[in-house]
């Protein structure tokens, strides 16, 4: 309901009738400020909010702004910006020393006479040897136990354990949080199995390449395209995705069958060569002017 002319104070007009919406325009609390730092953080912002994750990582004062209301300056004294070529070379130096202080026993596998491998590292993918549990359960205490120092911690939930031919099925644990024992996991895009060899690994990136092509079917279909330019494409984009990380495989001749059919079978399609049309394996890959991919793989 409205209020009526009649009803208004002296003074009062008919659209200020309504009471003013008082608006708090003093500077940030301790607690606003927590509260903005930790929504950035977790790339939930607010649209209003017009400060960007980079500026929470640069080395220089920074103020808030939020609801038109400006913060006091304060300095950042941590961490890098975005995109900063220091980010990863500063990261690799704490993992290396990380790595070197939890690695100085002889807790890993036999690699040589005199040889003992521990771990396997890629930046902050980490894969760590043992031939005993009690060894295993160790490092992961000692990694844990040195990664604080940094500020880094284990994600256990990205975590697993993978066992083979092991007669003790005692879990492994970080700082009393179980950690995931599983029959295989990927590590650095590769299918690790604990039956061993690479069937598995060939089977997914076979799944991958197929997606990989069905992606492209629009560029398979159009008649804007040549021949020659779609296979460019189908070897630039189908057969590096299909042969990633292939240096490490250890096929078996059904293997090189299953991915010379997957070759053979695109080409024929990319190519226009349906039934009940055929032609020999020979005279397609003469048309294609490629070779079979097991040739491909014995290369590499």
């Known amino acids: 309901m409205g209020c009526e002319e009649t009803d208004l104070p002296e003074g009062c007009q008919l659209g200020d009738c309504k009471d003013p919406i008082e608006m708090d325009t003093g500077p940030f609390t301790i607690l606003e400020l927590r509260q903005v730092i930790s929504l950035l953080k977790n790339g939930k912002a607010p649209d209003v909010d017009n400060i960007s994750a980079e500026m929470l990582k640069a080395s220089s004062p920074i103020a808030l702004d939020q609801l038109l209301r400006t913060s006091d300056w304060f300095p950042v004294?941590?961490?890098?910006?975005?995109?900063c070529v220091m980010s990863g070379f500063l990261f690799n130096i704490i993992i290396d020393w990380v790595m070197r202080n939890i690695t100085n026993a002889r807790r890993g596998l036999w690699w040589k006479f005199t040889t003992v491998l521990e771990d396997l590292d890629y930046a902050h993918d980490i894969a760590l040897l043992s031939s005993r549990h009690k060894d295993l359960q160790e490092t992961f205490s000692r990694l844990h136990h040195v990664s604080r120092y940094t500020g880094l911690c284990i994600n256990t939930t990205k975590t697993k354990v993978l066992r083979t031919n092991a007669k003790v099925t005692n879990t492994i644990s970080i700082d009393?949080?179980?950690v995931e024992d599983v029959n295989s996991f990927i590590y650095l895009g590769a299918m690790v199995h604990g039956a061993g060899g690479s069937r598995e690994d060939i089977s997914g990136r076979l799944s991958i390449g197929r997606k990989a092509y069905a992606t492209l079917n629009p560029v398979w279909r159009s008649r804007?395209?040549?021949?020659?330019?779609?296979?460019?494409?189908?070897?630039?984009?189908?057969?590096?995705?299909l042969l990633y990380g292939a240096e490490m495989w250890r096929v078996t001749s059904t293997d090189m069958e299953r991915l010379d059919v997957f070759h053979r079978k695109r080409l024929r399609r990319i190519l226009g060569i349906f039934w009940p049309y055929t032609i020999s394996n020979r005279e397609l890959y003469e048309r294609a002017r490629e070779g079979p991919v097991s040739e491909t793989l014995k290369v590499r």
């Open 77 to 83: 004294e941590t961490g890098v910006k975005q995109g």
């Open 176 to 178: 009393g949080l179980e």
């Open 224 to 241: 804007t395209y040549s021949k020659h330019t779609k296979l460019r494409i189908f070897k630039s984009c189908v057969i590096s995705t």
